[in-house]
């Protein structure tokens, strides 16, 4: 019913930029909270970044004032903007949406993954 598909991981050296982007669509009524997860080899999967649809948003610790996140309500998107990268950053990195689609189910969806990697 709804659709993730993401854009702009790569490969960058340590202390580069990269900007990731997430548009959903399908059969959608709101979007309340968005996010980025990320999996690195070996570890869970975890929260880095969300925002809800009108409230402030949060970090874990290890990226904050090194990444930002917002979104774009009119175009379903959210963006993660992150600066000063470090080889720690190395993952995969999922958006998550939680959706009311018609039929006012409230669900989570993600994206199929993007892979950042930070050389140092």
């Known amino acids: 019913q709804v659709q993730l598909v993401e854009s702009g991981g790569g490969l960058v050296q340590a202390g580069g930029s990269l900007r990731l982007s997430c548009a959903a669509s399908?059969?959608?009524?709101?979007?309340?909270?968005m996010g980025w997860y990320r999996q690195a080899p070996g570890k869970q999967r975890e929260l880095v970044a969300a925002i809800p649809s009108g409230g402030s948003t949060n970090y874990i610790d290890s990226v904050k004032g090194r990444f930002t996140i917002s979104r774009d309500n009119a175009k379903n998107s959210v963006y993660l903007q992150m600066n000063s990268l470090k080889p720690e950053d190395t993952a995969v990195y999922y958006c998550?949406?939680?959706?009311?689609?018609?039929?006012?189910?409230?669900?989570?969806?993600w994206g199929q993954g993007t892979q950042v990697t930070v050389s140092s």
């Open positions: 399908g059969r959608i009524v709101s979007i309340n909270t």
């Open positions: 998550n949406a939680r959706v009311t689609t018609y039929g006012y189910d409230l669900n989570d969806y």
